[in-house]
């Protein structure tokens, strides 16, 4: 199966001429051999510019590489215009299976004879087509909500086993690259490759998504940064998800945007605010948002507000990790790079062992440039080359757990380069911070601590005499404890200590008495060294005197 996959990668990579977009300097000897080798498998498109031919192939291989796509579409700094324009068409317009089919299998989940028993005007036509999923319009026909415009998200048929075969592909060659590459160990590839594939599969899971956007709308109840649509869980599966059609424009389209007066710096400035809103204050955050997934409301286009969809990737952060993000962050924006390398160190992100004032060094001849910059002006390329040399230099570890975060910044910096290139990425992010740090170590901090355990503290107070008479009733038995363990112990070494001599006594006397028996020397003192060695054995087994 891995082989057969293996060969259908290579030949769709091959008729499209992807070979052609790789620079011949990357290209080793063995490689260009084998590319001769195989030559039947010719490139079949030609005439097609190269990111169409990029996009055509990626949406041939499946959902897995569809994804990756998505990503490298918000990376314009990265890739040449006419690629990152192809490869955005992969948000929200990959080819969709048939409406008829979309049909039968929402009635198979809901368990309906015909849609019609919950839905009005069901278009067959997809609204829009992604990886995983398309999603088609209704109304709903019963309830509170009756009349309300809804969106029916339904999972691709039998896509299960083409992300099986492509998963267990990237674990094999995860394997060979953690062994043969000089840095495998350090990169965790099968580490990261198994927590992609949790991401992924989790991702098929609608009723999952479901509980998923239940949570981040709780979490955005009544704010002016982003809206969450009502999701119907009464109408949702594990295939299936009902949900509140909203009515947006797609934060990709800038000009719609400007056109209708909406203040893109303001804009801007919000989406970095909802970034690390989801992670530092409710430490839950979307992790897949590409522009498909990201829209603007209609009103107040002077106050705008994000609207969000499709959350099968969310990611979670636990106190530990946010505390150490969150200092990291602020020693970038403060320039002190001994703490950054310090904090590195502290985590065992790096080896204990690096010298840290050239990690210091090093993290300082990356990062200094960057700042006090538009982000029009910063070459994200040319950093992240440059952090990839110090961390190969310096042992830094992958940390498997913040590749969902790790991408998601990626997300946050391109919808920052779209809409606004002159923000100040920096500055928009460090008085976010700087507020979350004070709270979680200052004064605030402690007056939370002390509300949130009030009511545990006041139902234990009537049981605080009982509880401290128990304690020091269990430390005095402890305390006796101890004291007859350490008799005990003092016992066994006086033995240990008794039987050691005597036995040394009984191996000297028995050495003497074999000698004065062969030197056949007086008879009378080898049997008094006879009966030293007797007595000498007997005594080591006594109990020695207190």
Not at 465 to 473: E, Q, V
């Amino acid at each position: 199966m891995r082989a057969k996959r293996l060969y259908q990668i290579t030949r769709t990579f091959l008729h499209y001429g992807l070979n052609e977009l790789i620079p011949a300097k990357w290209m080793p000897w063995s490689v260009r051999v084998a590319r001769v080798g195989l030559f039947w498998l010719s490139n079949r498109h030609k005439e097609k510019p190269a990111g169409e031919r990029l996009r055509l192939a990626l949406e041939s291989l499946g959902p897995v590489w569809v994804k990756f796509g998505q990503m490298l579409s918000t990376r314009r700094d990265l890739l040449p215009p006419d690629i990152a324009l192809e490869l955005a068409k992969l948000q929200d317009k990959v080819k969709p299976f048939s409406g008829e089919r979309a049909q039968k299998l929402i009635e198979k989940a809901l368990g309906l004879k015909h849609i019609d028993e919950l839905f009005d005007d069901f278009n067959v036509t997809p609204l829009a087509s992604a990886s995983i999923a398309q999603v088609h319009t209704a109304k709903l026909k019963h309830g509170d909500d009756a009349g309300a415009d809804v969106v029916i998200k339904v999972i691709r048929p039998d896509i299960r086993d083409a992300i099986d075969a492509d998963l267990s592909l990237m674990e094999t060659l995860a394997s060979v690259l953690a062994k043969h590459l000089p840095d495998g160990r350090r990169l965790k590839p099968r580490e990261v490759v198994k927590e992609y594939r949790k991401t992924l599969l989790d991702e098929l899971d609608l009723a999952r998504e479901a509980a998923n956007a239940i949570q981040l709308r709780r979490n955005f109840e009544d704010s002016k940064l982003l809206y969450i649509p009502k999701v119907y869980s009464d109408f949702s599966r594990h295939n299936v998800m009902v949900m509140e059609r909203i009515d947006g424009i797609p934060v990709s389209d800038v000009d719609t945007l400007m056109a209708l007066g909406v203040d893109m710096k303001k804009l801007a400035e919000r989406g970095v605010e909802v970034f690390f809103t989801q992670v530092f204050r409710d430490s839950f955050f979307h992790a897949d948002m590409h522009p498909g997934n990201i829209f603007v409301a209609r009103e107040h286009p002077e106050d705008p507000q994000y609207l969000g969809i499709d959350f099968g990737i969310v990611g979670t952060l636990n106190r530990e990790d946010k505390r150490y993000l969150a200092e990291n962050f602020l020693a970038f924006f403060n320039r002190d790079y001994r703490k950054v390398a310090e904090l590195h160190v502290d985590s065992g992100w790096v080896p204990a062992h690096i010298n840290v004032e050239e990690f210091e060094s090093a993290i300082r001849t990356v990062c200094e440039p960057i700042f006090n910059k538009p982000l029009a002006d910063i070459s994200f390329g040319h950093v992240l080359v440059n952090l990839f040399n110090t961390a190969r230099r310096f042992e830094m570890e992958v940390q498997p757990q913040l590749v969902l975060l790790q991408k998601t910044l990626l997300y946050v910096e391109g919808l920052g380069r779209t809409l606004y290139p002159q923000l100040d990425l920096w500055q928009t992010a460090k008085p976010f911070l700087e507020r979350w740090m004070q709270e979680q170590l200052g004064w605030r901090a402690v007056l939370r601590s002390v509300k949130e355990h009030a009511p545990y503290w006041a139902e234990k107070m009537p049981e605080m005499p009982t509880l401290l008479y128990d304690y020091l009733r269990n430390q005095k038995h402890q305390v006796e404890q101890q004291q007859l363990a350490t008799q005990a112990l003092l016992a066994g070494q006086r033995k240990m200590v008794w039987r050691l001599w005597w036995g040394l006594m009984s191996t000297a006397t028995l050495v003497s008495t074999t000698l004065l028996w062969v030197t056949e020397q007086n008879h009378w003192l080898t049997a008094l060294s006879g009966v030293a060695t007797l007595a000498s054995v007997v005594m080591s087994w006594r109990k020695p005197a207190k």
